[in-house]
């Protein structure tokens, strides 16, 4: 089974995103309830060229276990060779991401691609499952297009060929992130009498509300959050004290600071000043959406050219605004 002696008996997991989920964000999320980490979605071409910055994404800190390491490909033996490079590592599973749908990906028949062809999705996942020991789980959507939504038959077969887990977001490759995700096929997935492996839901969780009323609905056995945390690791504790039925704690502007400088910070030392200065931009409205009239802040903030202005920036914003 899926690292059940980890995990709770119903999880908070931060869904991986590419120049999202770097490890200063993982451990920020750990740090506000995350309760499962993933990295960044590595190419397994990518690692068998040897590519340093795709090897370097699957680096980890022992604080944020249990964390999964998410491999994707389309080629058999890159995807075996890519396994053993990550079972190297030693993380606590690995993944395998058949569900991104942007083109670059899906279109060379990786991420949710691979849905055009699900005996070759099953084939990929079993080969990964044959070259590593330890536990392997599958993130995926609910088909291709609207057309054909075959993950009902996909959970049980990758489940009979081994995966310890599987993620489901509610949407087809072709309808992206647009629309409102059809989580009706996931509670179905759960539902099925013949399924054993724990099932995760994702898809439109942006409130801690939704996750109390998404966990009764389904009963999966976890929810994945990943564009609703962007900026707001604070989704993650708030949904732990939704999920005790306790009240909602309001989070300071002088903690938002805070959070946003030790984020920068740690991206700095991760990446470099300017890299950590273009990447923190997406970041910025999460961290201070609370906030009225912040949107001159935002544009300074997103133009700064140097660390130590965002700090003074940052400084202004903890003197000018309270919550």
Same mark, same amino acid.
Do not use: W
């Given at each position: 089974?899926f %690292?059940? =002696?980890?995990?709770?008996?119903f999880?908070?997991?931060?869904?991986p995103?590419?120049?999202?989920?770097?490890?200063?964000?993982?451990?920020i999320?750990?740090?506000?309830?995350?309760?499962?980490?993933?990295?960044e979605?590595?190419?397994?071409d990518?690692?068998?060229?040897e590519?340093?910055?795709?090897?370097?994404?699957?680096?980890?800190v022992?604080?944020?276990?249990?964390v999964?390491i998410?491999?994707f490909?389309?080629?058999?033996e890159?995807?075996?060779?890519?396994?053993?490079?990550?079972?190297a590592?030693?993380?606590?599973?690995?993944d395998?991401?058949w569900?991104?749908?942007?083109?670059?990906?899906?279109?060379k028949?990786?991420?949710?691609?691979i849905?055009?062809?699900?005996?070759?999705?099953?084939?990929?996942?079993?080969?990964?499952?044959e070259?590593?020991?330890?536990?392997?789980?599958?993130?995926?959507r609910?088909?291709? =297009?609207e057309n054909?939504?075959?993950?009902?038959?996909?959970?049980?077969? %990758?489940?009979?060929?081994?995966?310890s887990?599987i993620?489901?977001?509610?949407r087809?490759?072709?309808?992206?992130?647009?629309?409102k995700?059809d989580w009706?096929?996931?509670?179905?997935?759960?539902?099925?009498p013949?399924?054993?492996?724990?099932?995760?839901g994702?898809g439109?969780? =942006?409130?801690? !509300?939704?996750?109390? !009323?998404?966990?009764?609905?389904?009963?999966?056995?976890?929810?994945?959050?990943?564009?609703?945390?962007?900026?707001?690791?604070?989704?993650?504790?708030?949904?732990?004290?939704?999920l005790k039925?306790e009240?909602?704690?309001p989070?300071?502007?002088?903690?938002?600071v805070?959070v946003?400088?030790?984020?920068l910070?740690?991206?700095?030392q991760w990446?470099? !000043?300017k890299?950590?200065?273009?990447?923190?931009?997406k970041?910025?409205?999460?961290?201070f959406?609370?906030?009225?009239?912040?949107?001159?802040y935002?544009?300074?903030?997103v133009t700064?050219a140097s660390?130590?202005?965002?700090y003074k920036?940052?400084?202004?914003?903890?003197? =000018?605004f309270t919550i």
């Open positions: 089974m %690292l059940k =002696d980890k995990l709770k008996p999880s908070l997991i931060l869904s995103m590419e120049a999202v989920t770097n490890p200063p964000f993982r451990k999320c750990k740090d506000y309830g995350a309760d499962v980490l993933i990295t979605f590595i190419s397994a990518a690692l068998i060229r590519v340093e910055a795709s090897k370097k994404k699957m680096f980890f022992e604080a944020e276990r249990p999964g998410q491999i490909g389309n080629n058999e890159s995807l075996i060779a890519a396994t053993e490079m990550a079972v590592a030693n993380p606590d599973f690995i395998i991401n569900g991104c749908p942007v083109r670059k990906v899906a279109g028949g990786c991420g949710s691609g849905l055009n062809d699900v005996p070759k999705m099953i084939y990929l996942t079993k080969k990964v499952v070259h590593s020991h330890l536990p392997v789980s599958v993130k995926t609910l088909g291709y =297009d054909e939504k075959p993950v009902v038959y996909i959970a049980e077969a %990758l489940q009979d060929i081994g995966i887990a993620s489901i977001h509610g087809t490759r072709a309808a992206m992130y647009k629309g995700a009706t096929l996931i509670g179905e997935v759960k539902a099925n013949r399924m054993q492996i724990p099932v995760f994702n439109d969780i =942006d409130s801690a !509300e939704k996750v109390v !009323e998404f966990k009764e609905r389904y009963g999966v056995d976890g929810i994945l959050i990943g564009r609703a945390a962007i900026g707001n690791p604070f989704i993650f504790f708030h949904a732990q004290q939704a039925g009240k909602r704690t989070i300071s502007v002088s903690e938002r805070r946003c400088k030790q984020h910070e740690g991206l700095i990446r470099s !000043e890299l950590a200065l273009f990447e923190m931009r970041f910025y409205s999460g961290y959406y609370a906030i009225n009239n912040f949107k001159p935002r544009i300074r903030l700064a660390f130590e202005e965002v920036i940052l400084n202004e914003i903890e003197e =000018d």
